[in-house]
């Protein structure tokens, strides 16, 4: 079974610049999160969809960032304009729906973002 | 937001020695999930607790979910230099908001 696929794995950007992540989850998984990881922190939830609807967007800085799962597969996270502290590691995870191990998230590498 | 506190936040032991390190929260959690993650990786599930005084383990890797709903433990037996990494709790908490603690990274000397 595949796992989560992300890409780019690296992207160096300027401040005030856009840059786009890209989310594939495993096959069959409903639910997707987009992490934000600081280096040295633990993951901090972004965003959660089910299927294609937003579960939780509360910690999402939405007045640069954004997400959509339009198809309720693939999913992409945006950042415009950069800011310096947006340097991170923005991880996606999915998991199956419903039963017992609804919150058992299977995550992919990563993308680590630089803003300069 | 909700903080889960790791302790220790690093622990540098011998290849061999066993391992101790827990996770505590402000609020109560229905769930309480282990990730390692390895450096450049994305963080890997180790352990799943699902209810309070659950014992379970997944090989040398023990975990428990605290009676009080508010912590949690993971032990390593006999550790080898493949448990480097950083260790994680998580889990939902009251209203479904996913939270990650703080880490306890761990070094194992040959």
Same mark, same amino acid.
């Given at each position: ?29 409903? %639910? ?68 017992? %191990? ?8 990563? %993308?680590?973002? %630089?803003?300069? | ?21 827990? $996770? ?11 990730? +390692? ?13 699902? +209810? ?17 709903? +508010? ?17 994680? $709790? ?21």
């Amino acid at each position: 079974e595949a796992g989560v696929a992300q890409s780019p794995r690296y992207k160096i950007i300027e401040k005030r610049q856009s840059v786009a992540f890209w989310c594939n989850p495993i096959s069959g998984h409903a %639910t997707l999160y987009w992490y934000q990881q600081i280096l040295g922190q633990g993951p901090k939830l972004l965003i959660q969809f089910q299927n294609n609807g937003v579960v939780d967007d509360s910690q999402l800085p939405k007045d640069r960032f954004s997400a959509e799962r339009l198809k309720g597969v693939d999913s992409t996270l945006k950042i415009q304009p950069a800011k310096l502290e947006d340097s991170a590691v923005y991880l996606c995870a999915s998991s199956l729906v419903g039963g017992r %191990t609804p919150y058992e998230q299977y995550f992919g590498p990563g %993308t680590r973002l %630089t803003v300069t | 937001g909700q903080q889960l506190n790791q302790s220790p936040q690093s622990m540098f032991i011998q290849e061999g020695e066993d391992v101790s390190m827990n $996770c505590t929260s402000s609020s109560i959690f229905n769930t309480w999930l282990w990730y +390692k993650q390895d450096p450049g990786e994305g963080p890997v599930l180790l352990i799943a607790l699902y +209810k309070a005084g659950e014992l379970t383990s997944n090989g040398r890797l023990t975990a428990q979910f605290g009676i009080t709903r +508010k912590d949690s433990f993971l032990n390593i037996s006999a550790s080898i230099p493949s448990d480097v990494g950083i260790y994680f $709790c998580a889990g939902p908490a009251t209203g479904n908001q996913f939270y990650f603690g703080t880490g306890t990274s761990l070094t194992v000397i040959p």
